[in-house]
């Protein structure tokens, strides 16, 4: 099975940066994604890391350690509209599934 | 169109009916995930299809849960005999073949109410 741990809300300025961390645990990992989802809103891609290292995607950066099981989402110059839930999924490869299981979210709110 | 649909698009209905919600993925891709998300709750993964291998059903909550796909193209989620704690947004995902990236692309779900 996999466990998927990341705070459950955030609150920042507009304009700062701000970091949403995720751990998991899973036997067979095979890549880690970010989601972004609005309020009443499907989730939409954000980023993907399978390697070690950082992701940078402009405003959006994605770092991942596989070794400590440990990713991170930064945000940089947070606008308004960057108030949304943030989830972290971890696709595990084991059994010949490649299975895609979501945390529960992060939910981040900009404030002026 | 070009993304993922879902129908209906909400759904109301009395305990103890039986209910089917249709999800037709990207045309191409062979991986359809369902999730369940009750409100401001994460996403609970239920069932996943890859391809013509038999579906990871590791997710369903009940027997009252069931789930097909034809080949690679629409599938259905039906619930039996619905229950209050059934009311959720019903999300299905669908991703091309494994082997690389393959990000999900999400419909916009079908919001189930029971009364």
């Known amino acids: 099975g996999q466990n998927i741990d990341q705070p459950t809300e955030m609150t920042a300025t507009e304009g700062a940066i701000v970091q949403i961390n995720c751990t998991y645990q899973?036997?067979?990992?095979?890549?880690l994604f970010w989601y972004q989802q609005h309020a009443g809103e499907a989730p939409t891609f954000l980023s993907y890391?399978?390697?070690?290292g950082l992701e940078e995607k402009g405003r959006f950066s994605s770092f991942l350690s596989r070794s400590k099981g440990y990713s991170y989402l930064l945000l940089k110059e947070l606008q308004m509209k960057d108030s949304a839930s943030y989830l972290c999924?971890?696709?595990?490869?084991?059994?010949?599934?490649?299975?895609?299981?979501f945390g529960i979210g992060t939910k981040l709110q900009v404030i002026p | 169109g070009a993304g993922v649909s879902q129908s209906p698009s909400n759904k109301v209905t009395e305990k103890g009916k039986d209910v089917e919600l249709r999800c037709d993925p990207i045309?191409?891709?062979?991986?359809l995930y369902w999730y369940r998300q009750r409100l401001g709750q994460g996403l609970e993964f239920l069932i996943y299809?890859?391809?013509?291998?038999?579906?990871?059903k590791s997710g369903l909550p009940s027997d009252r849960f069931s789930a097909e796909r034809t080949g690679e193209s629409v599938s259905t989620l039906t619930i039996q005999r619905t229950q209050q704690e059934d009311s959720a947004v019903y999300l299905c995902?669908?991703?091309?073949?494994?082997?690389?990236?393959?990000?999900?692309?999400f419909g916009p779900g079908t919001r189930l109410l029971v009364l």
């Open positions: 995902a669908s991703s091309p073949q494994t082997g690389g990236q393959e990000t999900q692309y």
């Open positions: 899973t036997s067979g990992f095979n890549g």
């Open positions: 890391n399978v390697l070690d």
């Open positions: 999924a971890v696709r595990d490869g084991s059994g010949g599934y490649q299975k895609v299981t």
């Open positions: 045309s191409g891709h062979t991986a």
């Open positions: 299809f890859q391809g013509n291998s038999a579906p990871d």
